[in-house]
């Protein structure tokens, strides 16, 4: 299966740990509506699918997408 055309990436929130997030294009980068996480933590990565670290997005956003995990 697809990733859609970059609407999804999986970003790695710890080693070998990523979460399925959709990305929202028409939202500015630094929004914490950027980003929606739509899968739970998993090990296992399509080959096909973007890698991001958590790292590389916003602070704002790294804390709505960790509080989205949470609930």
Same mark, same amino acid.
């Given at each position: 299966? =697809?990733?859609?055309? =970059? $609407?999804?990436?999986?970003?790695?929130?710890?080693?070998? @740990?990523?979460?399925?997030? @959709?990305?929202? $294009?028409?939202?500015?980068?630094?929004?914490?509506? $950027?980003? @929606?996480?739509?899968? =739970?933590?998993?090990?296992?990565?399509?080959?096909?699918?973007?890698?991001?670290?958590?790292?590389?997005?916003?602070?704002?956003?790294? $804390?709505?997408?960790?509080?989205?995990?949470?609930?």
């Amino acid at each position: 299966m =697809g990733l859609k055309k =970059g $609407k999804y990436v999986y970003l790695e929130i710890s080693p070998e @740990r990523y979460v399925k997030v @959709r990305v929202i $294009k028409n939202k500015a980068d630094d929004s914490p509506k $950027k980003y @929606r996480v739509v899968s =739970g933590v998993t090990k296992h990565v399509p080959a096909t699918a973007t890698l991001m670290k958590i790292d590389s997005i916003p602070e704002a956003a790294r $804390k709505s997408i960790l509080e989205q995990l949470t609930t």
